[in-house]
């Protein structure tokens, strides 16, 4: 094997990544680039690959080159603006995002970044606004229910909130994560019977959710069960002993 071969090179991070193997994609990436500096393609997979090893500083960089090479690219730009939220940069994420939106203004995701930047920065009325333009675009995505109703939830719209988690839950039975919040919102609602149903249902699907255990032991707390709760307690401290929470 020609270890400066460009093509083989891409190919085996291309492999690596579909094996789920992230270090082995970064390490051919990075070869191809060193190889081939003028690769907009190169640089914008290695910047994937170093997001799923959690190096966003380093993907961040990657796709700069990427961009540098071409500007015009925007799902790099997009990727920029995700990689921007995951290093805490959420003004300098905003301002990629609303230029993608004149760019691509029917692209719904561009939307649910916005959300999810806004809702950070405590702005929900902005964070509203696009998740409902996300939702407007494709109201089959629960992202945008799940991200409405987080705002709905901080503006102690319960009812609403609801709603929202409801149809998250009901588009993606599976996600733990949105049993969850639907869960915490019926337990603040007094629908115990239904938030217990949901938090074991949660736990089906993932066992590691310690937020689900830590609710499912307070719903059986407030409707009397304390034995339930604590021995949900011990069930949760099996899975994570050194939660000091728990």
């Not at 093509?7 to 991070?13: C, D, F, N, S, T």
């Not at 945008?144 to 839950?169: D, F, Q, S, T």
């Not at 949660?202 to 590691?208: C, F, H, P, W």
Request: with cysteine; net charge negative.
């Amino acid at each position: 094997l020609d270890k400066e071969h460009f093509g083989a090179l891409h190919e085996i991070g291309n492999c690596f990544n579909m094996l789920g193997n992230m270090d082995g994609a970064v390490k051919y990436f990075t070869s191809f680039c060193n190889q081939n500096p003028y690769s907009a393609d190169g640089w914008m997979e290695l910047g994937f690959s170093l997001n799923l090893t959690q190096k966003h500083a380093e993907a961040l960089e990657a796709f700069d080159f990427s961009l540098a090479i071409d500007e015009e690219n925007d799902l790099v730009q997009f990727h920029r603006g995700i990689t921007l939220m995951y290093l805490d940069r959420e003004t300098d994420a905003i301002e990629v995002f609303l230029e993608l939106v004149k760019r691509t203004p029917n692209d719904n995701g561009v939307y649910i970044c916005l959300g999810q930047c806004y809702y950070t920065l405590s702005e929900y009325k902005k964070a509203e606004i696009n998740f409902r333009k996300a939702l407007h675009l494709e109201p089959n995505d629960p992202e945008g229910w799940y991200g409405l109703g987080n705002v709905m939830e901080e503006e102690e719209n319960l009812e609403e909130a609801l709603k929202c988690y409801e149809k998250a839950v009901a588009i993606e039975p599976s996600n733990d994560q949105y049993l969850h919040y639907l869960a915490d919102v019926q337990i603040d609602l007094y629908l115990f019977t239904e938030a217990i149903l949901n938090l074991k249902t949660a736990l089906e699907k993932n066992s590691e959710n310690i937020d689900c255990w830590v609710s499912l032991a307070y719903a059986y707390r407030n409707i009397g069960e304390l034995s339930n709760s604590v021995n949900i307690l011990k069930q949760a401290l099996v899975h994570n002993p050194d939660n000091a929470f728990v």
